[in-house]
């Protein structure tokens, strides 16, 4: 969208998808109200419903981080349709338990959400991670970060790398360069 005004000379609105930008010319100021916020509670809604979790009682941990998931554990289940819906490619019994812990989690944390605030410092800043040999079926690590504009998450990622690495100092300049 592009208007043009004898006071104000040209301003431009650039939409795609979720994302805007306001620009003009003449070195107006644009006021932007904070009305963003993310949460994940139709997607929670929507899973808890359709694994018949809707009245379970929330938990207010995750996963026991102790607890390592492989595709070669034990037997896989007798009726895994409805899990390979939620995207589990290796549908077997210990992934079955975490997942039965997993929702229940969501459903605890389903209101909370990200809230974007005009009033923040726009200082770009990057934090990594990576577990070497954290895959014990490949003995691949895997690199996560993500990306803040003042106190504001913009992206995370958790990725596993592509080749085995050697030491952790490899696996952690491998973590680097996928992160910039």
């Not at 006071?7 to 795609?16: A, E, K, N, R």
């Not at 812990?101 to 459903?107: D, Q, S, V």
């Not at 009033?119 to 577990?131: I, N, P, Q």
């Not at 490949?138 to 050697?166: E, I, M, P, V």
Request: hydrophobic share 35%; proline share 4%; charged share 15%.
């Amino acid at each position: 969208m592009t208007t043009t005004s004898p006071l104000h000379g040209t301003t431009l609105l650039l939409v795609y998808v979720d994302d805007m930008i306001i620009t003009s010319d003449d070195g107006l100021k644009f006021l932007m109200i904070p009305l963003v916020v993310i949460c994940h509670k139709p997607n929670a809604s929507d899973l808890l419903a359709c694994t018949d979790l809707t009245n379970c009682k929330a938990t207010s941990t995750l996963v026991d981080p102790q607890n390592h998931l492989t595709p070669l554990d034990r037997d896989l289940l007798s009726n895994s349709t409805l899990y390979f819906q939620l995207y589990m490619l290796a549908p077997h019994t210990p992934h079955y338990t975490a997942l039965r812990h997993i929702l229940p989690y969501l459903k605890g944390t389903m209101f909370h959400g990200l809230h974007y605030s005009t009033h923040s410092f726009l200082e770009l800043r990057a934090f990594f991670d990576v577990d070497w040999v954290g895959d014990l079926t490949d003995r691949r690590s895997a690199t996560h970060f993500c990306f803040f504009s003042g106190d504001y998450l913009l992206t995370w990622r958790n990725k596993k790398q592509s080749l085995t690495a050697r030491s952790s100092t490899e696996a952690g300049y491998r973590a680097l360069t996928d992160t910039t």
